[in-house]
């Protein structure tokens, strides 16, 4: 892959006119009202693109767009080797279009070029090509009922969902709904987040070039209690799938509840645990794998390692190790591709986190690595401390940036009961060579995914997602199949 340099990145940026208007019935076309709202790029702090405001109007013609097309059957009732092949010449746009989206990805959240290139457009087009491929593998049942009858199990679209995300991973995580629900048949409203509305609307006029047929895909980009509310509350939206805030992720349970009782799954916060023990394998990879860990996407990562639990014995030389770890990712120049850290989203969640990190100061927790030395608005470094009680804010809550606490445990049930000890369950890690060790930790662990000696290994063939507030149901793999398809059984008489 050719990352060029900062010349290149920057020449581009000069040239970019990002698409800005809602996707619907296969038009870009202005919001109902005609509003609109800036979206800034965070590390210039100058506005990037004036993007189209949608409300619950817009969100209406969205749902009944893919309504349509969904009952019409053009997509719903193409045979998946239709589907495949409009989606497999999708993804093969998305990576003709590597640049732009990397480019476009990177303006608008703060996050390296480097890793725009390398991780979030290629992890959406892997997305989107597996479950192309996919598709056209998956069998039904036949029931072993008795000889008089048949019972047939199968698996059926469901009609149209809402897909609400995030701006961390803004194409990555919208095509790992679109992957899954498109493939299976289903018409989408996808709603961006208002801080990173860019790539979606791009995707959709791609997904328009490469054939899927109009009103299967609408995007609306907007804020959330406006167009993220209506599709929560909208009465013919059958499933709103969510990447977001568990505080978010709460509020849309209560809007299907009072609204139609749509299916909702959700891929929330965490605060995942990372334990190593005194007979890690290898403390070096360990503290690199830690440091990436947090400190990878400015911290802004949910199954971020944020909790490093470290054994007794060994707890100031990995600190040692790490703090040096911690130089390789200080912030710079997003679109410079030797940089390893780039901004936050806004200086709004800049400011949280050093409200996080002076509060944390302020109640006596030791600082060992300052990360609000950065004299960029937007941008925070490698924070670490140490030494924090499990009863501490700093242990307890989501901060969402690059911070880093650490707490020493003196044996494995103490480091489970640390683990354990969150309202989160996205992921844990165990650093160890006893393999017996490494199994228990792994049962007793509640976490979605267990990492033993890595941090966040992932691949589209094993599902995401969390235990307890961090969600329900499982992103990737074709378990994420069970939350875009209704399962239907037929029984057959077979009585003359
Ligand atoms: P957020 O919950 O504020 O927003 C997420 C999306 O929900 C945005 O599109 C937003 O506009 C929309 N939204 C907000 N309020 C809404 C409402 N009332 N109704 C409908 N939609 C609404 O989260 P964020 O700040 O964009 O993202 C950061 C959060 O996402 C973190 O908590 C992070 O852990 C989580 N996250 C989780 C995963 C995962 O897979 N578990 C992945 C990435 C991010």
């Not at 109902?32 to 004036?50: H, I, K, R, Y």
């Not at 193409?78 to 010449?89: E, G, M």
């Not at 190593?276 to 403390?283: E, I, N, S, Y």
């Not at 300052?370 to 242990?395: E, K, M, N, Q, Y």
Request: hydrophobic letters at 40%; one cysteine or more; proline letters at 5%.
């Amino acid at each position: 892959m050719d990352f060029h340099d900062l010349n290149y990145w920057q020449a581009l940026a000069r040239t970019c006119q990002p698409e800005s208007r809602l996707f619907i019935r296969g038009e870009y076309q202005a919001a109902v009202g005609e509003a609109l709202f800036v979206s800034e790029n965070p590390a210039t702090q100058q506005p990037l693109a004036t993007v189209a405001r949608g409300d619950k109007a817009d969100v209406d013609r969205a749902v009944s767009a893919a309504r349509e097309v969904f009952e019409r059957g053009d997509w719903s009732l193409a045979a998946p080797s239709v589907r495949k092949t409009v989606l497999l010449r999708l993804a093969d746009l998305l990576e003709q279009h590597h640049e732009e989206l990397a480019l476009l990805e990177t303006l608008d959240t703060g996050k390296p070029i480097r890793h725009s290139l390398r991780d979030d457009i290629p992890g959406a087009w892997r997305a989107i090509r597996w479950y192309a491929e996919a598709i056209d593998k998956v069998y039904g049942e036949v029931a072993p009922t008795g000889g008089s009858e048949l019972a047939l199990i199968t698996r059926e679209p469901i009609g149209v969902i809402a897909a609400v995300v995030p701006w961390n991973f803004p194409l990555l995580l919208a095509c790992w709904k679109l992957g899954p629900a498109l493939a299976a048949g289903n018409s989408v409203v996808l709603k961006p987040s208002e801080k990173s509305s860019l790539t979606a609307l791009r995707f959709a006029g791609l997904a328009r070039q490469a054939g899927l047929p109009d009103g299967v895909l609408n995007v609306v980009p907007g804020f959330g209690d406006e167009a993220g509310q209506a599709l929560a509350r909208h009465p013919d939206v059958d499933v709103m799938t969510f990447t977001g805030s568990t505080r978010t992720a709460k509020q849309l349970l209560k809007d299907a509840g009072e609204s139609n009782m749509k299916r909702v799954w959700l891929e929330a916060g965490g605060k995942s645990a990372n334990i190593v023990f005194a007979d890690c394998p290898d403390l070096r990879k360990a503290a690199a794998a830690t440091a990436a860990g947090i400190f990878y996407n400015q911290g802004e990562v949910c199954i971020a390692g944020s909790r490093l639990l470290v054994e007794q014995s060994i707890a100031d030389v990995f600190v040692n190790l790490l703090k040096a770890e911690a130089r390789k990712w200080q912030p710079g120049e997003p679109l410079d591709p030797n940089t390893t850290q780039g901004t936050l989203i806004d200086n709004d969640h800049a400011e949280k986190v050093r409200e996080f990190i002076r509060k944390g100061e302020a109640r006596g927790n030791l600082l060992v690595l300052d990360g609000r030395l950065s004299p960029h608005p937007a941008a925070v470094g490698p924070t670490i401390f140490t030494d924090v009680d499990a009863r501490d804010p700093l242990f307890l809550e989501e901060i969402f940036g690059p911070v880093l606490v650490v707490s020493r445990f003196k044996d494995e049930e103490e480091a489970l009961a640390l683990a354990n000890h969150s309202d989160y369950g996205l992921g844990a890690a165990v650093w160890t060579q006893n393999l017996s060790r490494a199994h228990r930790m792994s049962r007793r662990l509640k976490a979605g995914s267990v990492f033993v000696n890595n941090y966040n290994d992932g691949d589209m063939t094993v599902p995401f997602g969390g235990y307890k507030q961090s969600g329900n149901g499982r992103d990737k793999s074709l378990h994420a199949l069970e939350k875009f398809t209704e399962l239907k059984t037929t029984w057959i008489s077979l009585e003359s």
